[in-house]
């Protein structure tokens, strides 16, 4: 009789573990379903067409960025050919003033 009444108390505390745990996931359960329904309310506020102006206005921003970008790319190279023209004329400069002093030299 008393074996049968530890295995009763056994099966009882198993049995209530069982239900306190399905009862914790129905909560998790209840959370998820109350924030799916806050998202689906908050997106119900939005229109489509906000959402459509927004998309062309980030378009035409991107837009106008790429072609700033292109610009900016120009910009680059060119200052690259300048400054490797410069580097030049200076080279050729320093060059003929060094011959010129040769030759002021030579004709010493």
């Given at each position: 009789?008393?074996?049968?009444?530890?295995?009763?108390?056994?099966?009882?505390?198993?049995?209530?573990?069982?239900?306190?745990?399905?009862?914790?996931?129905?909560?998790?359960?209840?959370?998820?379903?109350?924030?799916?329904?806050?998202?689906?309310?908050?997106l119900q506020s939005i229109s489509s067409e906000e959402v459509d102006l927004l998309q062309s206005q980030?378009?035409?921003?991107?837009?106008?960025?790429?072609?700033?970008?292109?610009?900016?790319?120009?910009?680059?190279?060119?200052?690259?050919?300048?400054?490797?023209?410069?580097?030049?004329?200076?080279?050729?400069?320093?060059?003929?003033?060094?011959?010129?002093?040769?030759?002021?030299?030579?004709?010493?």
């Amino acid at each position: 009789m008393k074996n049968e009444l530890q295995n009763l108390t056994e099966d009882i505390s198993r049995l209530y573990e069982e239900i306190t745990q399905k009862t914790e996931s129905l909560g998790q359960i209840d959370s998820i379903t109350r924030l799916y329904d806050e998202l689906q309310s908050q997106l119900q506020s939005i229109s489509s067409e906000e959402v459509d102006l927004l998309q062309s206005q980030i378009k035409s921003t991107l837009e106008q960025m790429v072609g700033i970008s292109k610009s900016l790319a120009v910009i680059k190279t060119l200052k690259t050919a300048l400054n490797g023209h410069d580097d030049m004329v200076d080279h050729i400069k320093k060059a003929s003033s060094g011959t010129n002093s040769r030759r002021s030299l030579e004709d010493r």
